[in-house]
């Protein structure tokens, strides 16, 4: 007898969303693969069975049961079933018990949804059909691999639409949970995350041929907030063996009011697991700002240039790049155990800050540099190294890569 595959799970409130999630866990089953419905409602009884009811999803909560299914508040228990859906899914996830998830929602339900699904690991498969799959998704998605599918018409009720982007939205989570390898493909390879922006991908290009010539496996995030939350949420994860962050560009953007943040958290987490950590200075020479009218007003007469049509970019002052070295020296003496090799490039940290190109500004750089050698607490492990270079130089290149040999060694 063949064993039964694991299930996918439907997730929704079954309250409001019964008739479309068993729409849906159909459509699955019609594909070849097992289904499973999973309620997540919080007020009103649910409008058929579950396959998992509500009650097992909660008791996943920290506090129990109860913190979710006692509030008479829908806004209070969505945020509580959240945090329960997460645990429950994790749970279910690292036990085996589940192939993929799929879920069902408007506003509230999306939010609850997604929010638990962005726990899961990258590469598990993970659909969410929503009402508010357009504009700005970030905080349903978060770093996470989640497929975001437009419902198009309300999820309420079916209909001629409904019923087809429902079996395109089955058929995704069937074909990815088939397309799923179930063994690691990397052949045992080192997972090396490296952080890049336009304005440094000759540096990491050379970086990345130098390694995967060695036969790594090179994860390269593009510098843009997200891109490095990414790549910390994957060191967390135990996903990467080492980082090699080349473009610290994102310090600039949540030190002086930029579209690309990194976040108050920014290289904890690689300096807490102690991984063989490589950084430099990459496009710390700008801030990212959106099309040029919308640059704040306060810095309409700075030095800026327009990348493209949506971004536009403004070089760092003297005072700026002074904050940025102090606060990334901050991070880095928060982990007096924690080693690192900081490399910095003398000739320019971007392709604009070279000679004669718009950011060249050779004070702002020495200021960068200088306040970084002054901060930062060195020692035998953790060390800061000048090299009379270019960032985009290929013996900078071939200097990251024989810092990050010595670190793995």
Request: proline residues 6%; contains cysteine.
């Amino acid at each position: 007898m063949m064993a039964r595959p694991r299930p996918i799970y439907v997730v929704a409130t079954l309250d409001t969303k019964f008739s479309e999630a068993r729409f849906v866990a159909d459509a699955i089953a019609a594909c070849g693969e097992a289904a499973m419905l999973v309620d997540v409602g919080t007020l009103a009884p649910p409008g058929g069975e579950a396959d998992i009811d509500r009650a097992a999803v909660a008791r996943h909560h920290p506090d129990g049961a109860p913190a979710v299914l006692a509030h008479s508040d829908r806004g209070s228990a969505v945020t509580a079933m959240s945090l329960a859906l997460r645990g429950f899914l994790g749970e279910a996830v690292a036990a085996g018990r589940c192939a993929g998830v799929i879920g069902l929602g408007g506003t509230g339900g999306t939010s609850m949804i997604a929010r638990a699904m962005q726990a899961l690991p990258v590469g598990f498969p993970k659909v969410m059909v929503s009402t508010v799959a357009s504009g700005d998704t970030s905080s349903y998605i978060g770093t996470s691999d989640i497929m975001l599918m437009p419902s198009v018409v309300d999820v309420a009720g079916l209909n001629r639409v409904s019923r087809q982007v429902f079996r395109n939205a089955a058929g995704a989570i069937a074909g990815a949970v088939r397309a799923r390898p179930e063994q690691r493909d990397d052949g045992g390879a080192a997972a090396i995350g490296v952080t890049m922006f336009g304005v440094t991908t000759p540096c990491v290009t050379s970086v990345r041929a130098m390694l995967e010539g060695e036969g790594a496996d090179v994860l390269t995030f593009h510098a843009t907030g997200a891109g490095g939350r990414a790549m910390e949420d994957l060191v967390a994860s135990g996903l990467l063996d080492g980082v090699l962050d080349i473009t610290t560009t994102e310090v600039a953007d949540e030190i002086v009011g930029g579209i690309f943040p990194c976040g108050p958290d920014r290289f904890e987490r690689m300096l807490d697991r102690r991984l063989p950590y490589v950084l430099s200075l990459g496009a710390l020479d700008m801030v990212n700002f959106g099309p040029l009218d919308s640059v704040p007003a306060q810095f309409r007469e700075r030095r800026l240039h327009v990348h493209n049509a949506s971004i536009t970019l403004m070089r760092t002052s003297v005072d700026e790049n002074i904050a940025c070295a102090r606060w990334i020296a901050g991070k880095l003496n928060a982990y007096p155990d924690a080693g690192f090799v900081l490399l910095i490039p003398e000739g320019g940290v971007s392709e604009l800050d070279r000679p004669g190109n718009p950011f060249h500004d050779p004070e702002a750089d020495a200021a960068l540099f200088a306040t970084l050698e002054a901060s930062v607490a060195q020692g035998p492990n953790r060390t800061i190294t000048r090299h009379p270079l270019h960032i985009n130089d290929p013996a900078f290149a071939q200097a990251v890569v024989d810092a990050y040999r010595r670190l793995a060694r």
